[in-house]
Each structure stands twice: as C-alpha cells, then as structure tokens.
C-alpha cells in the first residue's frame, strides 16, 4: 500500500469527504451525487474516476470495477465501487483525518463552480511554465513574509511559491493541513520551488531564501532575539478553531510589524483576519488574495471586510508585490503604505 503521508490535492480531498459522508463505500456515480451536494457542482464521472486511480496509488482507497444493469437496449455499463482504507489509522482518533474532512463538510458549502475550476486548473497546469521572478535583493535585515491558507491554499503556495527566488525574504506560513501531510507537503514543495522549504522546527533560525511551513499540530511563532528570527512552535490551546492558527502566527510578527508583509491567502472562515488586521494598525504590509482567484474567499474576504489589508490581488500578482516591497528601503516603505 503507498504511503499515506503522500501529498493531497484540494480535488483528492473532495473525493475523500465524498467517500466518508457514504460511510466509506460507494459506486462512482453515487460519489458524484454526493460531491455535487459538497461543492454545487456537477463533475464529470471520468475526473472522478482519474482522482480515484490517484487516490488507490497513494494508498487511501480501494476500487473494483464492477458491472451496472443495462438500461433498456444499451450495453451493461463500467462501475467503479470505492472503498476507505485505512479506518483504524485514518478515522480513529480526536485529531483524525475525519475530523479535519467532517469539518471541511460543513463548510464547503461556500465552493462556487468558477473558483473551484480556477483552483482545480493550478494541478493540471505544467509547472515548468511557472517561472521565479526577478528580486534585487532585500534592503532591510530580519524582513520577513507571514503567510496564512486554508481550502486550496496548497495548490495556491505552491503556485506562489515558484515564483519565489532563491534570495527572496525569508517566509512563515500557517497553513491548515493534517499533521500527517505537513513534512510531506514542505518536502514536495522544497523539492518544486528556489527557496529552501521546511516543516518549522522549534528554535530554527529564519533566514533568507528559506520558507518555513508550520507542523499541521502545532502552533508557529516568530521570536526576536539579539538582532534574529527564531520559530517557536507551541503546543497550546486551538485558536479559531486551528492549530496552526494564523493568528497567532500573525500576533507573533507585532512587535516587528514595521518590517513584516502579512498574506491571507484562499481559506475557509476567519482565521487570520483580525491578526493581519493588527499588524495592519501597528504598521506592516498586507495582503489578500482577491475573490476571483480564490476558490474560498473565507480568510481574505473577512479581512477585507474589515479593512485588515493595504492590498487585495491575484494570486499570480502576489509574488512580485511582496518582492517589490521587500526590495524597498525603511524611508521607502513607509511612503509605499
């Protein structure tokens, strides 16, 4: 069986949430009913049916093909019965993989057929086409980018991600994710982008040209101290009802604010809107990703509801924004504000 810390897409998960509200077991045809009632749409049974040979490589599921009764004076049609795996190791406990789908449930609801085309289309384009952009390097020392993502934001920091030279300020992200696919996502990252990507490592120095992903069960602070950037990674209490939390990743950044860019990328719910609203106020630069590029426009549509950004873009406007500011000098940023 493949290894279950393989890297999921947003569609991948989709397909799971559609298979556990089945209790597990389910034909293809049945699983398309059942993900029309998650994201509104229709999709058509032959992408359900190319998730699922990708989902049984990587060891979740298992199928069978079996054969349907004719309908009257046709052929007997292909069907493809697809069943959970992995039960005791993946539904078992409080932290579970079926927590985190449950709640991806109850809250997809909000998925519209354009943005989830959008996000879906970031897994099919080539990522040879996606090119690292030019930098002219950092002018402050400690200048640091803070990303928060939740639904799709996976597919989105990677999109982001490539476009990030290898001598571009150093970056923190919260990103909604299981604990089990937090190092396998950082590895496959690190392995697609310039920049050096981790899984944050309690007291790890933050450094230029390194990324650094929080673990999907704890939360990811940045400490200063004499004259460095550290990562602190806590064990406390779920924020937002997250752990990591973007907003405790956010409030971390206050006291250097003036020298910190904030990003809310593609998320479900709130969390990170009144954090990055509170750097906005204490003087740093931020970010959300526009509507029309987000397949949830949760986090940064809350954010921008409360006037918590300085500026709202496309995803594929963001990397060069955050170069263009990190190139500035202090005079300089403070004018661009």
């Not at 810390?5 to 949430?17: A, D, P, T």
């Not at 650094?212 to 406390?236: Q, R």
Request: charged share 25%; proline share 3%.
């Amino acid at each position: 069986m493949a290894n279950k810390q393989s890297y999921l897409g947003e569609f991948e998960y989709f397909i799971l949430l559609s298979v556990l509200q089945l209790k597990g077991e389910a034909y293809g045809v049945t699983i398309r009913g059942q993900l029309k009632k998650i994201i509104d749409r229709d999709v058509s049974l032959g992408a359900i049916y190319s998730t699922i040979e990708r989902l049984e490589q990587k060891g979740f599921i298992q199928s069978r093909k079996s054969e349907a009764l004719p309908e009257r004076g046709g052929k007997p049609k292909r069907l493809v019965k697809v069943t959970l795996l992995g039960s005791e190791e993946l539904l078992a406990t409080k932290d579970s993989f079926k927590e985190t789908l449950i709640y991806k449930i109850t809250q997809s609801v909000t998925v519209d057929q354009k943005n989830f085309k959008i996000s879906n289309n970031l897994t099919k384009n080539s990522l040879e086409n996606i090119k690292a952009l030019n930098f002219n390097g950092v002018k402050r020392s400690n200048h640091i980018v803070a990303i928060g993502a939740s639904t799709g934001g996976t597919e989105a920091l990677k999109k982001l991600l490539l476009t990030m030279p290898d001598d571009s300020p150093p970056i923190v992200i919260a990103q909604h994710i299981p604990k089990s696919f937090s190092l396998s996502f950082a590895k496959r990252l690190d392995e697609l982008c310039p920049m050096q990507v981790h899984e944050a490592s309690h007291g790890q120095k933050i450094k230029q040209g390194n990324v650094y992903i929080a673990p999907g069960d704890l939360h990811l602070e940045v400490v200063h101290k004499n004259g460095a950037l550290f990562c602190t990674l806590t064990d406390s209490a779920e924020v937002n009802r997250h752990k990591p939390a973007v907003d405790v990743l956010f409030d971390s950044l206050l006291e250097i604010a003036g020298n910190a860019q904030a990003v809310l990328l593609t998320g479900m719910g709130q969390d990170g809107a009144q954090g990055m609203l509170r750097l906005k106020q204490q003087g740093a630069r931020t970010i959300v990703q526009d509507k029309n590029t987000s397949l949830i426009w949760g986090m940064p549509g809350k954010a921008h509801a409360i006037d918590a950004h300085c500026l709202e873009l496309p995803l594929n406007k963001i990397g060069k924004s955050i170069l263009d500011y990190a190139a500035l000098n202090r005079d300089e940023m403070r004018e661009a504000l």
